[in-house]
């Protein structure tokens, strides 16, 4: 049913694309030969990028409640590049053995970690995780993700790698370990790991369950030693190309001019202007 969403998409006049061509030029590129692919993101307010447009930071609704005051808070009693921010998607539901071993994760790494578990998965917890998390982390229900990866403090982001997630972590240039699940999610922890080389994909066991121990060994490679160092470099990088791609004359910027070109035009047609 969603496949079928986009079998007339070679008809269409232009086809928007949350990428830009740093990240996704050459695939793009052959995406262009079956439909109009026209590549403008990262599709991120200005105002978590270059604060070109002061005070914007609408991002369309939610589908839960934000706590985002409540995690700001927190926050910003922590060091820079300090914490660990875990999310897993609107939709995604992780299995009742792999919540465990996530668990298990965050209360052994003695890092600070800021989670974000839906009402519906918070039942699949251990009775003693959220006591236990306590000194060092938070977990909440739901938050404003891009409040929270532009936070100076997060310095690892733990999530599925769907591709929402994804642009906004490297836009932002937040190092990544994914986890993913499904379709898309895989390709993109893929692209993470061995591509842009911002983070690396935690690796599931013969059940597809992400252990506790593998987890551990991510966020030791993403947040110390010398290896963290070089995702740290790599994802201010790519931060930066994303603000140069959505800044006056770059790429997504031609993109969109190209469009209010065009529907001026068709508009001047239309009315024999």
């Known amino acids: ?11 269409e006049d232009w086809v928007f694309n949350n990428t830009f061509e740093k990240i996704e030029g050459k695939e793009a590129r052959g995406v262009s ?25 609408g991002y369309g609704s939610s589908l839960w409640k934000p706590l985002s005051e409540e995690c700001i808070e927190w926050l910003e009693t922590k060091p820079s590049n300090s914490v660990v921010y875990f999310f897993f998607g609107s ?12 668990a298990w ?3 052994e790494n003695n890092m600070y970690s800021l989670s974000v578990v839906r009402d519906s998965e918070q ?8 006591d236990s998390v306590q000194e060092k982390g938070k977990v909440v229900t739901w938050c404003n993700q891009l409040e929270i990866l532009a936070h100076r403090s997060v310095g690892c982001f733990v999530a599925h790698c769907g591709w929402n997630s994804t ?18 999610q895989l390709t993109d922890a893929k692209f993470v790991e061995e591509i842009w080389e911002i983070g690396v994909r935690a690796k599931e066991d013969e ?17 110390e030693g ?15 190309s994303a603000m140069k791609t959505i800044n006056e004359g770059g790429s997504s910027d031609k993109y969109i001019d190209e469009f209010v070109q065009d529907l001026m035009a068709s508009y001047q047609n239309l009315n024999g202007l």
């Open 1 to 11: 049913m969603k496949l079928s969403q986009y079998s007339n998409l070679n008809l």
């Open 33 to 57: 030969e079956i439909w109009p692919a026209k590549l403008i993101g990262p599709m991120v307010p200005s105002a978590y990028l270059d604060e070109r447009i002061k005070g914007d930071r």
């Open 91 to 102: 939709m995604v539901s992780l299995s009742e053995e792999q919540i465990p071993e996530l």
């Open 105 to 107: 994760g965050l209360k």
């Open 123 to 130: 039942q699949k917890l251990p009775k003693w995780f959220l």
């Open 167 to 184: 642009i906004e972590g490297l836009s932002l240039g937040v190092p990544m370990i994914g986890v993913p699940k499904w379709t898309d």
């Open 207 to 223: 059940v597809g369950v992400v252990r506790k121990d593998e987890l551990l060994r991510c966020l030791k490679e993403v947040m």
């Open 226 to 240: 010398e290896k963290s160092k070089e995702i740290r470099r790599n994802a201010n990088k790519w931060r930066d």
